[in-house]
T-cell receptor, first 114, second 110 residues
Framework: ETGVTQSPTHLIKTRGQQVTLRCSSQ?????VSWYQQALGQGPQFIFQ???????GRGNFPPRFSGLQFPNYSSELNVNALELDDSALYLC?????????????FGPGTRLLVL | GQQVMQIPQYQHVQEGEDFTTYCNSS?????IQWYKQRPGGHPVFLIQ?????EVKKQKRLTFQFGEAKKNSSLHITATQTTDVGTYFC??????????FGKGTSLLVTP
């Protein structure tokens, strides 16, 4: 196991609602990244947080937002949910270091938007 | 932007047969990472390749990074039912984000 935890494991929402997903990083890691994985696809990068600041963002609209806390845990917030937001949401923690970093994924939150 | 492509999309083998998946990037990569995702699970890190022409082995798995650092492959010798899952390659995009391919789903029948 990676030591990365996510909650909740499953969630059902209706279109237009808002959702908050949570992630606890692996001990010693200072960076957290969020990915969306639609069925049959590879994970798509949403954004990354390093030392509580957004450090890069993928091609996702502003209604996807996040936070990283001093203990390096993180939240992903999605407003005005759409049906296409139904997916597995993965957080990955890593230790920022020269030469690249390995990202360790949590078990994910499966979101269904009806 | 950078694109990472994997082929084949699906592969069905008999237990004991070999399996290979190929990954190609539209741009030169500083490194490439491979992940395995079991059905209903999450991606699990397998390995990172950094050097041009690098070859690494993990038991029955052999990973290669191309000389131009734009392609990579994963070869599994004598597949077992425990190898079932989707194998993803991923390369760093701008900053530290990982750009994943769509994966190769491997089915192994006994």
């Amino acid at each position: 196991e990676t030591g990365v935890t996510q909650s909740p494991t499953h969630l059902i929402k209706t279109r237009g609602q808002q959702v908050t997903l949570r992630c606890s990083s692996q001990s010693g890691h200072n960076t957290v990244s969020w990915y969306q994985q639609a069925l049959g696809q590879g994970p798509q990068f949403i954004f990354q947080y390093y030392r509580e600041e957004e450090n890069g963002r993928g091609n996702f609209p502003p209604r996807f937002s996040g936070l990283q806390f001093p203990n390096y845990s993180s939240e992903l917030n999605v407003n005005a949910l759409e049906l296409d937001d139904s997916a597995l949401y993965l957080c990955a923690s890593s230790l920022r270091q020269p030469g690249g970093e390995t990202q360790y994924f949590g078990p994910g939150t499966r979101l269904l938007v009806l | 932007g950078q694109q990472v492509m994997q082929i084949p999309q699906y592969q069905h083998v008999q237990e004991g047969e070999d399996f290979t998946t190929y990954c190609n990037s539209s741009t030169t990569l500083s490194n490439i990472q491979w992940y395995k995702q079991r059905p209903g699970g999450h991606p699990v890190f397998l390995i990172q390749l950094v050097k041009s022409g690098e070859v690494k082995k993990q038991k029955r798995l052999t990973f290669q990074f191309g000389e131009a650092k734009k392609n990579s492959s994963l070869h599994i010798t004598a597949t077992q039912t425990t190898d079932v899952g989707t194998y993803f390659c991923a390369g760093p995009d701008s900053g530290y984000a990982l750009n994943f391919g769509k994966g190769t789903s491997l089915l192994v029948t006994p």
